[in-house]
């Protein structure tokens, strides 16, 4: 199986900067595209971005394209999301996902692995 372990969040300034990290273990090869979600409070979990592992094409959702970017490095089997002048409405729980059966279709119900979530607070 594959395990996913997200870091980095935390209290971060409006206007700043915040990359988060989400590490894979287990059986990495089995993954053919990873994901970003976040859950703000009171609200349902949506899609942030993803990315096929193989050709690391990448999608974004329109609220943060533009101002995050995710990437991955394939030797540390790692997935990234750098976040550039986050908002107060950007505070959430942030989550990676992994999918096992196909590549990147910002679908939530298409991702069969998450990680714990890491909390981000943006602050005015």
């Known amino acids: 199986q594959v395990q996913l372990v997200e870091s980095g969040g935390g209290l971060v300034q409006a206007g700043g900067s915040l990359r988060l990290s989400c590490a894979a273990s287990?059986?990495?090869?089995?993954?053919?595209?990873m994901a970003w979600l976040r859950q703000p409070p009171g609200k349902e979990r949506e899609f942030v971005a993803d990315?096929?592992?193989?050709?690391?094409?990448?999608y974004y959702a329109a609220s943060v394209k533009g101002r995050c970017t995710i990437s991955r490095d394939d030797a540390k089997n790692t997935v990234y999301l750098q976040m550039n002048s986050p908002k107060p409405e950007d505070t959430a729980v942030y989550y990676c996902?992994?999918?096992?059966?196909?590549?990147?279709?910002?679908?939530?119900?298409?991702?069969?692995?998450w990680g714990q979530g890491t909390q981000v607070t943006v602050s005015s």
């Open positions: 996902a992994a999918r096992r059966d196909g590549f990147a279709t910002m679908n939530q119900g298409d991702y069969q692995v």
């Open positions: 287990g059986r990495i090869w089995s993954v053919y595209a």
């Open positions: 990315i096929n592992w193989s050709d690391e094409k990448t």
